[in-house]
């Protein structure tokens, strides 16, 4: 016989009571979890201090951030330790996740407390050259031959630099050939032609050295000490050029990461100089209708992360000079606080770089399409 109609609503009852139960426990067991989740949390905050702790011992002492004997003995110990659920490999992979994001957050600590770093020095590092401030929010010309070849060549880009009311010539003495046989600049005499006529005309001389034992004997001619791009890693030279009273302008490196650039740069700083120029001159890829490839995003990324002025050396990135006036247009977009172009009064019979040199009218028209985009130039 079916049951009364008392007994189905004592069924029903009793099963909305079971659903409330396990309703119940439910929320009990999240709530517990909630609880285990901020207890973890708190326990990775605290294995994060101490990570940290570490990091900085290890700098102060020169010890690789990465111990990978030291990893190896945690994960064991830890998969030794293991009660389950989880096996032994998924501990071993949650655990190298834990390492790997400690590790990551060593680096962003180191990368904040450089001397480079805009989190340590949030304002902009203006960079003194005679009259020229660079990154001063005016941008600044650097021009000038790829090479001194003589007194006559040099002294009529220098003119025309004066005549266009600028003040940094450039001028390679010393020049780093990938060819043995190539020319390699005039050396000490190509410094002493680029004193006399910077001092001719008020110019300031940029010029690139390229041994730490030359430094001292450079500096009468120099204003601005270049490293060039395969000396970016060049440390003794680096840490001589820190013990200056210059300015160095530092180029980048044909295949260096962004990161590379600015370490390179830390070294400098780290040893007692902080006027420090960064140089974008392009990077080495796959491409070859340009010399080198533009990094573009370079600039802006080197003006957030570093408190340095950012030049941008557009003859080197593009190795063709139909190109020149398109790539500083996008470099001064892009936030650059100089640009810097190779001027010859013949670029058709120079004896370096020739094809990328521009003459001394194009520059007064580039110059010109510059200042009518731009504004003032200095």
């Given amino acids: 016989m079916p049951g009364t109609g008392t007994e189905r609503v004592g069924e029903l009852g009793s099963r909305e009571t079971e659903e409330q139960t396990a309703e119940r426990t439910l929320q009990a067991l999240r709530k517990e979890l909630d609880e285990i989740n901020a207890e973890i949390l708190r326990w990775l905050s605290r294995r994060a201090e101490v990570v ?5 011992l290890k700098l102060r002492q020169g010890i690789n951030r990465f111990d990978p004997v030291r990893e190896k003995e945690m994960l064991d110990r830890l998969a030794a330790m293991n009660p389950g659920p989880f096996d032994d490999t998924t501990i071993r992979h949650i655990f190298k996740t834990i390492f790997a994001a400690s590790l990551q957050l060593q ?10 770093s805009r989190k340590r020095h949030p304002e902009d590092t203006v960079v003194e050259v005679g009259p020229v401030r660079i990154g001063a929010g005016v941008p600044a010309v650097v021009a000038g031959p790829c090479s001194v070849e003589s007194y006559e060549q040099t002294r009529a880009v220098a003119e025309a630099l004066r005549e266009e009311g600028l003040t940094l010539l ?27 006529v910077a001092d001719e005309f008020g110019l300031k001389v940029v010029s690139e050295i390229l041994a730490p034992e030359d430094l001292e004997m450079a500096l009468p001619y120099i204003d601005v000490v270049q490293i060039g791009a395969r000396n970016m890693q060049n440390f003794a030279l680096l840490k001589a050029a820190g ?3 210059r300015p160095v ?14 370490y390179a740069a830390e070294y400098i700083l780290a040893h007692g100089n902080p006027n420090v120029i960064l140089c974008e001159r392009g990077i080495r890829t ?20 570093t408190h340095l002025p950012v030049c941008v050396d557009v003859t080197h990135a593009a190795g063709r000079r139909d190109i020149l006036l398109p790539l500083a247009k996008a470099a001064l977009a892009a936030g650059a606080d100089a640009l810097m172009i190779e001027v010859h009064p013949q670029p058709e019979v120079a004896l370096s770089d020739a094809q990328q040199q521009v003459n001394i009218p194009d520059f007064r028209a580039w110059l010109e399409e510059i200042r009518q985009m731009f504004g003032g130039i200095v």
């Avoid at 680096?107 to 480079?116: H, I």
């Avoid at 302008?249 to 600015?262: H, N, P």
């Fill in 52 to 56: 940290l702790e570490i990091g900085r």
């Fill in 107 to 116: 680096k962003k600590e180191e990368g904040a407390s450089l001397l480079v």
């Fill in 170 to 196: 450039r001028g390679g003495a010393f020049k780093p050939r990938t060819s043995p046989y190539d020319f390699q600049g005039l050396g000490f005499d190509g410094l002493r032609i680029l004193r006399e």
């Fill in 243 to 245: 013990h200056i009273d």
């Fill in 249 to 262: 302008l530092l180029k980048r490196g044909l295949s260096a990461t962004i990161e590379e650039f600015k």
């Fill in 286 to 305: 796959f491409e070859r209708a340009t010399r080198n490839t533009l990094d573009i995003s370079a600039v802006p990324i080197l003006k957030a992360e």
